[in-house]
């Protein structure tokens, strides 16, 4: 199972997103929680998740929040402005499928 963690600025757009992940992810038969939170929760999910999705309008923290995850083993990815603001779920699953299939 899959745990993502998905974060915005106060975690309520962020839940139309993992709704809409939740929905692709089940059609598609991949075994995952998504849960949407704020960015000021993320250090109550750190032994959690495996992969941490942050809004678009939270860029300018990547680096911050990609350190504070770096001792954890999160993959980490800014989701694209036209996923989010689409709600492409299909789209948001296949970047969370390449984050973990990544070496990185």
Known sequence: MT????ICGAGASSGFMAN???KAGKKRGMEMSVQ???ES???EYLNEIDVLLIG??????????KEKVR???IKVSVIPQIIYGTLDGNKAC????NLLESGE
């Open 3 to 6: 745990r993502v963690l998905l």
């Open 20 to 22: 809409a992940i939740r």
């Open 36 to 38: 949407a939170r704020s």
């Open 41 to 43: 929760q993320l250090s």
């Open 56 to 65: 678009p309008h939270l860029k300018y923290m990547e680096d911050e929040l």
């Open 71 to 73: 001792d954890y083993q």
């Open 94 to 97: 296949d970047l969370i499928t």
